[in-house]
């Protein structure tokens, strides 16, 4: 295994430098070249993951020390192979998507570092997860973070995307700041720099340390109120950045938080609290700002805020009922929790790449200039409803499986007997289905007024559908979201978790039987139907000025939520 994942680091390592050799020549073979690598090192690295994950086996690989405490030592146990095969599952998509939206726009320099920082930002993302030693991960979370500054900075001719990047670059080394100190509180009382659990934090240093861990993550993750730089990177970068970015950057905060906080500090009840109360915050907010959005890509960062939230009330639950002893709703609320990690890095990225083929059709990213794409463009119509219903948790995708468990164990609270702790349970409960019925209404707007209607601009007119490989990838995570929804019963088990969650293969089938037959019965009993012109109350021709715009969609949210956009009527 150690091998193998060695294999892959050096392929993604080779691809990284292989289009730098080659910057002053042109034509896309050296970048194709570097692409197909990654894919190979991508292949290497995921099957070293799920070999570690399904085993229970460790990968453990001392790389290089600079002292006997400052290593850069690998270890892959179950949660960091669960994290790992996550980066490789969807890298490996948008390096599929890349190998033909890299192409589009931008100059042939521009293109060759783009392609050359792609692998060294995936390779990060894995060495931060895979590092055992606070220093190495430091060292490669500051990688992560430096080389997508420089994506995020790719179109630097543009003064939205200047500010965006600087601002990003400010959070982020803030980010890095609070770990820092974290790290050293941990390492002043334990004198070593290895990650693992220690019993020789005073309480009130962990109270501390805890603290800056969920500012140093939470702002990487974009938890409110750490969030304002990331619809503005996530819409400014090329949209397989957006995609890896909103997808998997955003999960290794996740990870660190998870590993730091519950393996090495070992949490107490109140951090229980605290994670609930950023998670539900963020969860509400983050889609109530999307909803008012016309821009694509930020109203789909404003949702991965929404997502974020939704896992850190996981992980926010687990700590109460394990806590009170609760041990069904606090391993529903864990596993919903690293399940829907997995979920909203597959349909989030799914959505993003789509975004990004409306948006190198169209020329635009306002929704307002969009319409009647369900003609131009088919197939990615149908990828984005697929999206779309997942991020909606429409059964049976796997948004549904994932926040389906995470309701289940905040029913659970019920039999906690703490009335103080019940009405908090019951407040949380309510905004959590608040959140869920919002962002459904905010995604009938989205597919609505992208793709339904008539075209509302010419370029949206003229828009044709974007090249197989650009199909691709998202195709594949497309299939993945059915899969994890459909088959989440069987996956939970098979992973040994014997959990109350509901089994959505026979409901699937039943669905699919209705569809069926219901297709047949149109098929056998079809009667052709005359058609002629309707009468329109004097209107010769319908134009887009007659549609339903997204403003005319989110009007009545923005009269309901006033006060948190602080609107005036």
Not at 99 to 117: D, V
Not at 210 to 239: D, E, N, Q, R
Not at 309 to 326: A, D, K, R, S, T
Not at 364 to 381: C, D, Q, S
């Amino acid at each position: 295994m150690e091998t193998l994942f060695l294999s892959g680091c050096a392929l993604l390592l080779s691809a990284c430098l292989l289009p730098l050799f080659f910057m002053r020549t042109t034509g896309k073979t050296s970048r194709r070249i570097a692409l197909f690598i990654m894919l190979s090192g991508l292949a290497c690295i995921t099957t070293t993951a799920l070999i570690c994950f399904f085993s229970g086996t460790d990968c453990n690989l001392l790389l290089y020390a600079l002292t006997p405490e400052l290593l850069f030592n690998i270890h892959l146990d179950r949660l960091a192979a669960f994290f790992t095969a996550l980066i490789g599952l969807v890298a490996f998509c948008c390096v599929i998507y890349s190998l033909n939206y890299i192409e589009h726009g931008g100059s042939e320099k521009g293109r060759h570092i783009l392609t050359a920082l792609l692998p060294l930002f995936i390779l990060s993302m894995i060495m931060v997860v895979a590092s055992d030693n606070m220093f190495g991960f430091l060292f490669f979370w500051e990688i992560m973070s430096i080389s997508s500054f420089f994506l995020v900075m790719y179109n630097r001719e543009k003064v939205e995307t200047q500010k965006a990047g600087i601002f990003y670059f400010v959070m982020t080394q803030f980010s890095t700041l609070f770990l820092f100190i974290a790290f050293l509180l941990i390492y002043r009382y334990t004198g070593t720099f290895d990650i693992g659990y220690t019993e020789a934090l005073p309480q009130v240093v962990k109270s501390f340390a805890f603290m800056a861990l969920v500012i140093g993550f939470g702002t990487k993750a974009g938890l409110i109120p750490f969030h304002k730089w990331l619809p503005y990177a996530h819409s400014a970068a090329p949209s397989n950045i957006s995609a890896l970015m909103s997808g998997v950057m955003l999960k290794v905060a996740i990870y660190g938080l998870c590993r730091f906080a519950f393996d090495v500090l070992q949490p107490e009840l109140w951090w229980g609290f605290v994670l609930l109360a950023f998670g539900t915050v963020s969860a509400v907010l983050g889609v109530i700002y999307a909803l008012k959005e016309h821009d694509l890509k930020k109203l789909l960062a404003y949702h991965s805020i929404e997502n974020i939230g939704i896992i850190v009330i996981g992980l926010g639950l687990y700590v109460i009922f394990n806590h009170y002893g609760l041990q069904t709703a606090a391993n529903l609320s864990m596993v919903g929790a690293l399940f829907h990690t997995l979920n909203h890095a597959v349909f989030k990225s799914l959505l993003f790449m789509t975004a990004g083929s409306v948006v190198q059709a169209t020329g635009t990213r306002n929704i307002e200039e969009m319409g009647g794409l369900v003609k131009k463009m088919p197939v990615t119509a149908i990828l984005f409803l697929i999206g779309s219903c997942a991020i909606s948790a429409l059964p049976p995708l796997n948004g549904f499986a994932s926040e389906i468990m995470i309701f289940q164990a905040y029913l659970g609270s019920f039999e906690l007997n703490n009335p103080v702790v019940e009405i908090v349970m019951v407040i949380g409960l309510a905004a959590f289905a608040l959140m869920s019925a919002l962002a459904a209404a905010c995604f009938v707007k989205a597919f609505g007024i992208v793709f339904l209607a008539k075209p509302r601009s010419r370029e949206a007119g003229k828009a044709t559908e974007v090249s197989l490989g650009m199909l691709a990838g998202p195709a594949i995570l497309a299939l993945t979201c059915v899969v994890l929804g459909v088959f989440s019963f069987q996956i939970i088990k098979g992973i040994g978790f014997d959990l109350p969650v509901p089994n959505m293969l026979p409901v699937s089938i039943l669905l699919l039987l209705i569809i069926l037959v219901f297709a047949g019965l149109l098929k056998l009993f079809h009667v052709p139907v005359r058609t002629g012109e309707t009468w329109g109350c004097g209107i010769q021709k319908q134009t887009p000025v007659m549609e339903y715009t997204a403003t005319g969609f989110s009007e009545p949210f923005v009269t309901i939520f006033r006060l948190i956009f602080r609107t005036k009527k």
